[in-house]
């Protein structure tokens, strides 16, 4: 069978991974997201899981501290997103 009458086995979707409090409060590690076409930033994207409401709301409010790294690359709110890509969010760390 060629490539060409395969029919097409991915779907556009990311990859979301959720560590340390924010594991906790959304009760969930990772996802498989659906990606809209529309959502073309990280920015669109943490505005469409906060719009779920309840915990997503309350744990990805823009007035809390959350760092995202995209395909484990440290992203911006500006960053474009795409099918396939793997997106962590994940509250700021300190050492010491």
Request: aromatic content about 6%.
């Amino acid at each position: 069978m060629s490539s060409e009458t395969r029919p097409e086995t991915h779907s556009a979707t990311l990859h979301l991974l959720y560590f340390a409090r924010l594991r906790e409060d959304l009760g969930c590690a990772e996802e498989t997201f659906v990606l809209n076409p529309s959502l073309q930033t990280v920015q669109a994207l943490r505005e469409a899981l906060i719009a779920r409401g309840a915990a997503w709301a309350k744990a990805l409010d823009g007035a809390r501290a959350v760092r995202v790294a995209v395909n484990q690359t440290m992203a911006r709110a500006d960053t474009p997103i795409k099918a396939g890509d793997e997106v962590a969010f994940f509250p700021p760390v300190t050492g010491g």
